[in-house]
């Protein structure tokens, strides 16, 4: 044991440095990946937490394959990655695009974007909840009624709920993407544009062959960050539809909702839930290596 | 000056039907609820009077917001770390007793045949084997708000006392904008409130068919549960004097006066009276084809099996307290909930009030729905009128779907 007796420098330092990263390490293992690999344990069994655990092999599986609003909430959840992540990086590059060349009251414009990042989601989603009122309390609604249109039932409707929903989310997010468009397009060498000025190229094969390819880092770090935060949508779907949660009739239930759901909505399946949360985790994974993939192709 | 008498008649009640152990060393007890203004007050009332009668017994109330509560208990109780005596909602308490959670309340405190006898016959709900596991302070049923300034308005002189007359009234306060939409309600709507009740409890039985079974399967599913369904959903659809989307949610637009009347339970009482500017009134719910019903509901008390020797002795003179006369009527006076025994509820005083008198009256004929889980069977028929309004699905279709969808949630608690 004479590591301990008489260490050298090195020694002390390895000992230094595990002594320092074991409080986080012991923190994550607690907290997140114990929990984590529970939760895997747990899809196998039923719980209600007031009886102890239960061995039920592959049940919880099973149910959920069966599950019609399981799939209903699959296919919701895709629709909100599917439609928030092109839409809201595209209205993101063109503001981003375009702000990049304002001069007059940039710091402002820019702060203005940034500010409902800085939202707290709940209030938000609230606020928006309102906007969307049948006449008389909604605001979108009173303005179509004055002008002489007939109401549209943004949230009261299984069409149109999901989208009026999620537009929010991809108003929300669009500060942040901005900001990194931003940074990104800073990032391009000036030398490329002069070069390209004096040959003459027009804009939008600057715009091509110049800025878009050079952006790809950023925008594949987009495309990861705001898929994982579609996938995951819940505040605002929770939060606009508390009334009925996800509803009406399941539009806009996203997985998470229906996991939390499934757990503490009522009758605390917490087996059940898991199950769902592990196919949730699968699909973050899949989704998340698809992307790397491509980052690595670069 | 009428409470501190009382209290004293309690003290000496207490002490010679209990015995000498009334005075021994300090005994702390914990006692959970939810977080609700009133609810709290009035158990700070019942726990200082309490231990003023029973000096060494100290009462300890934790509360949470009620969205947390219900998981709180769950996590807590089977854990050992809960409370003593908690506070659980009536419809919860089977998993509880099948987990061995709760303790049986003692017969010789709480003997069966007089708690039988004296409590709302609902309240039977809570007898295991002969034993009460669980008993309420309060209970709490529906009513039909109205506002008497639209009332006024629209020419209607007393509060309608049938469904055609609710129609009739509700019909003459609806205000629509010249596109035809509602700017004011008849009557509000809405399956997330309190209406999944009303269809339930008192419109499927008006229409001629229990909503469920002796043995407590689904029986709704037939011609009549359909026509009830069908009378609700044309509320709107054909009637034109509600919306349920309206102002999101009912209790909102009748807080804000712009709807004439609305269904609700007897924990609103509290959230109007502070409502400046709202002149109300209570009434009973309209009768439907001669029957008059109700739905009930209650939180119940009961000892969690954490409580043992000197405590468990102090939780049950706890429990014998807060569900003593005495408690039923400082919980009234403070939270608007009615006493859970005729003897206390329907007395002429009572009655004759006119926010509770109808709810009073209305908890003779009121029935308690044995849930389940409230929140997936709410959902059910909430699917159910949704199904029909925003998808058109016919008024049997629905209600058979909802009927399949109501049994397998019963089924699948059933065989836990």
Redesign the interface.
């Known amino acids: 044991m004479s590591v301990f007796r008489d260490p050298t420098i090195e020694q002390r330092r390895i000992r230094w440095a595990w002594t320092f990263l074991a409080l986080p390490i012991v923190f994550y293992v607690t907290i997140r990946f114990w929990p984590t690999a529970d939760a895997f344990v747990l899809s196998f069994q039923k719980w ?4 102890p655990r239960e061995w039920v092999g592959f049940d919880n599986y099973v149910t959920l394959w069966n599950d019609p609003v399981f799939w209903k909430v699959f296919r919701n959840t895709f629709v909100y990655l599917i439609i928030g992540t092109p839409v809201s990086l595209v209205i993101a590059f063109i503001v981003a695009w375009h702000l990049d060349k304002v001069r007059f009251l940039h710091g402002t414009i820019r702060a203005l974007y940034f500010l409902p990042f800085m939202t707290s989601a709940v209030a938000m989603a609230w606020v928006w ?2 906007f969307y ?5 909604g605001l979108f ?1 009173n303005m179509l ?1 004055s002008l ?1 249109f ?2 549209v ?1 943004f ?4 069409s149109n709920a999901l989208p009026a929903v999620l537009a929010p989310a991809i108003w929300a997010g669009l500060g942040f993407q901005i900001i990194i468009f931003m940074a990104g397009l800073r990032a391009i060498p000036v030398s490329y544009y002069e070069a390209a000025k004096i040959d003459g190229v027009s804009g939008l094969t600057v715009l091509w062959e110049i800025t878009l390819p050079l952006l790809k880092p950023t925008m594949v770090f987009l495309v990861v960050f705001s898929s994982i935060g579609f996938l995951r949508i819940f505040d605002q779907v929770f939060n606009m539809t508390t ?2 949660p996800g ?3 399941n539009a806009t239930k996203p997985l998470v909702l229906l996991i939390y759901q499934t757990a ?5 399946e917490m087996g059940y839930a898991a199950a769902q949360t592990v196919v949730l985790f699968l699909i973050l994974l899949i989704v998340s290596l698809i992307q790397l993939r491509i980052l690595r192709d670069r | 000056m009428k409470l501190h008498l009382k209290t004293g008649v309690m003290a000496a009640a207490m002490a010679l039907g209990l015995g000498a152990s009334a005075a021994r060393a300090d005994v702390e007890i914990e006692y959970w609820q939810y977080f609700f203004e009133a609810r709290v007050d009035a158990m700070d009332k019942l726990i200082e009077n309490f231990e003023a009668a029973n000096p060494g017994i100290t009462v300890k109330m934790t509360h949470f917001p009620y969205d947390d509560y ?2 709180k208990v ?2 807590a ?2 854990a050992g770390e809960g409370p003593d005596v908690v506070q659980l909602f009536y419809g919860w308490l089977n ?2 007793v ?2 061995g ?1 709760i303790q049986p309340l003692p017969t010789d405190m709480f003997p069966p045949e007089k708690i039988d006898a004296e409590f709302f016959p609902m309240v039977q709900a809570m007898k295991r084997d002969g034993q009460y596991m669980a008993l309420p302070t309060a209970v709490r049923a529906l009513a039909l708000f109205y506002n008497k300034r639209l009332f006024e308005e629209a020419g209607i002189t007393t509060p309608p006392a049938t469904l055609e007359e609710l129609v009739a009234d509700a019909k003459l306060m609806t205000k629509t ?1 010249g ?1 035809g ?3 004011q309600e008849g009557l509000t709507s ?1 399956m ?1 409130g309190q209406d999944h009740h009303w269809l339930r409890e008192v419109l499927f039985r008006q229409f001629g068919t229990p909503p469920y079974n002796e043995d407590g399967s689904v029986a709704y599913d037939n011609e009549a549960g359909a026509a009830a369904l069908q009378w609700y959903v044309d509320l709107q659809a054909k009637e034109k004097v509600t ?7 009912a209790q909102a637009a009748f807080k804000a006066g ?1 709807a004439g009347m609305h269904i609700d339970g007897s924990f609103r009482i509290g959230a109007l009276k502070s409502t400046r500017g709202l002149d109300w009134g209570v009434a009973e719910l309209p009768s439907g084809m001669g029957v008059q019903s109700n739905y009930a509901s209650y939180w119940v008390n009961a000892i969690s099996s954490k409580a043992e020797g000197e405590k468990l002795e102090a939780a049950e003179k706890f429990m014998a307290y807060i569900t003593s006369d005495e408690a039923m009527q400082i919980w009234l006076e403070t939270v608007g909930e009615l006493p859970a025994k005729p003897t206390a509820a329907l007395t002429p005083e009572n009655e004759a009030d006119p926010v509770y008198g109808p709810f009073v009256r209305g908890l003779s004929y009121a029935h308690a729905t044995i849930f ?5 069977q709410r ?1 059910v028929l ?2 159910a009128v ?2 029909m309004l ?2 058109g699905q016919s008024a049997a279709d629905a209600l058979h779907q909802a009927a399949m969808e109501e049994q397998a ?1 019963l089924d ?2 059933n065989a ?1």
């Open positions: 209600n937490l007031l009886k909840r309102w009122q049948p006449v008389p309390i609604n009624a002489g007939s109401q039932a949230l009261n409707s299984t009334n009925d509803g009406p009739l503490f909505g009522g009758s605390f | 219900r998981t769950a996590a109780i089977p998993d509880y099948d987990a959670l904008d596109a939409n509602i700017t809405g997330t919306q349920n989307t309206f102002m999101d949610e712009r389940a889980d409230e929140s997936g959902n909430v699917d949704n199904r925003l998808e949630i699948k608690y836990k």
